[in-house]
């Protein structure tokens, strides 16, 4: 799951109440952010290996803190306080951090056995990479449903959502056809970096236009 992992953000955005798109976006992927920076320092750990699953080749094989369901949680509740405090809005805050787990639950339908409960084995994962028949569909449809249901309820600059919804269909078109690392280095993760950072720019930039937009974070 990559660009899927937006759909809670987006969906939740289309209503009243909720932070910023882009303070949404960062909740999404808030768990992977922590997991690339942990992999520069060497906490976590992963490898490119080819065929671990049919649709991704990153072997996850040591990621305790942000890929567990424990981890993700204590993610999740640390968030929500930061946006309740920052927001002075608890229900602001509760939603940011649900978007925050929803990354692991999203997670636990496609990755091959790699999350665990609270760091230790037994790993688990539903993986639907192996099945790109209904994984991709699925991505693709969440996503963009969620992303149709934002611009229907908040009609947004259609130039701003042009360009975010060009930005997630390029990302996730690297992200699954893309040339393959054969080495994780610290460029590994400032590619992420950088592909987390351009959606949620353009998703900010996208929220900024939209009718009724969250004057929260
Ligand atoms: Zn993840």
Do not use: C
Not at 100 to 105: N, Y
């Amino acid at each position: 799951m990559f660009i899927g992992h937006w759909a809670p953000a987006l969906a939740v955005a289309s209503r009243r109440r909720t932070p910023g798109l882009g303070t949404l976006f960062i909740a999404a992927q808030l768990v992977d952010w922590a997991f690339f920076a942990l992999l520069l320092t060497g906490a976590e750990k992963m490898r490119f290996t080819p065929g671990v699953s049919v649709m991704n080749p990153m072997d996850l094989y040591h990621m305790p803190y942000t890929h567990s369901l424990l981890g993700a949680a204590l993610f999740a509740a640390g968030f929500a306080v930061l946006i309740s405090l920052a927001t002075r809005d608890r229900t602001a805050g509760i939603i940011a951090g649900a978007v925050v787990l929803s990354h692991w639950l999203l997670d636990l339908l496609v990755h091959v056995p790699d999350l665990t409960i609270a760091g230790s084995p037994p790993k688990i994962g539903l993986g639907l990479w192996n099945h790109p028949a209904v994984e991709m569909p699925l991505e693709l449809g969440i996503t963009f449903g969620a992303l149709w249901l934002y611009v229907r309820a908040r009609r947004p600059s259609p130039v701003r959502i042009a360009v975010l919804a060009a930005i997630l269909a390029a990302l996730q078109g690297f992200n699954w056809f893309g040339p393959v690392d054969p080495v994780v280095t610290a460029g590994t993760s400032v590619l992420a970096f950088i592909a987390y950072g351009a959606a949620t720019v353009a998703a900010w930039w996208m929220g900024k236009s939209a009718q009724g937009a969250s004057r929260l974070v």
